[in-house]
């Protein structure tokens, strides 16, 4: 049962570089998210797609772009990587937007350096 | 100011104590409220969630929401060294369908 699966685990960046995060699910969830985390400030959305073929914005979308690839499948791309970018990032997925059960991956560690 | 607040703690308990965790929020439309558990370098997962105000029980664990002072709680009773983890609480938005979070708190209970 995999479940929600990110890759990389970990990551080690300069400024300026650019990366993507892959983020894959098997349960045939409609909905997928990704938030970072930050100590001090909780878990803060930063894109979301409430269905396959949509993309919207959330909390904290500065420095970030999405792309919802296929059901399965939603990346994470920072195209301009800055140390303020330094966080864990997790991806997570619901059976249908605003349902609140959100199912998440193990996160993907990212320090810009 | 965040929509929804948590006390980060830590909050230390010997085991079989009775743990009290608690957030407030401001956004009046928030209508489901959840809490997740997170382990150490694992992903969050949910533990439980209440629609409007009222208890909801599960084992030794019991949600409380009351709405009218925009308050929500946890109770861990008999607490075990296992339930050692970062406690989010979670509200929902009727309106957008998005989920805010709170700080968490981290919890230790001591053997």
């Known amino acids: 049962n995999a479940g929600v699966t990110q890759t990389p685990k970990f990551q080690v960046l300069k400024t300026g570089q650019s990366m993507t995060l892959q983020c894959a699910q098997d349960m045939n969830h409609n909905s997928m998210y990704w938030y970072r985390q930050d100590p001090g400030m909780g878990l803060r959305l930063i894109y979301y797609s409430a269905s396959e073929g949509t993309t919207d914005k959330g909390e904290v979308p500065n420095g970030y772009n999405v792309s919802r690839l296929n059901k399965r499948e939603f990346s994470l791309r920072l195209e301009s990587a800055a140390p303020s970018q330094t966080s864990v990032y997790f991806c997570a997925s619901s059976a249908n937007h605003g349902t609140g059960e959100l199912f998440f991956g193990e996160g993907s560690r990212l320090t810009v350096l | 100011q965040k929509e929804v607040e948590q006390d980060p703690g830590p909050l230390s308990v010997p085991e079989g104590a009775i743990v009290s965790l608690n957030c407030t929020y401001s956004?009046?439309?928030?209508?489901?409220f959840m809490w997740y558990r997170q382990y150490s370098r694992k992903g969050p997962e949910l533990l439980m969630y209440?629609?409007?105000?009222g208890n909801k029980e599960d084992g030794r664990f019991t949600a409380q929401v009351d709405k009218s002072s925009k308050y929500i709680s946890l109770f861990i009773r008999d607490s075990q060294p296992s339930d050692s983890a970062t406690y989010l609480c979670?509200?929902?938005?009727?309106?957008?369908?998005?989920?805010?979070f709170g700080q968490g708190t981290t919890l230790q209970v001591k053997p």
């Open positions: 979670a509200c929902l938005s009727g309106n957008t369908g998005k989920l805010i």
């Open positions: 209440t629609y409007s105000s």
């Open positions: 956004n009046s439309a928030f209508q489901y």
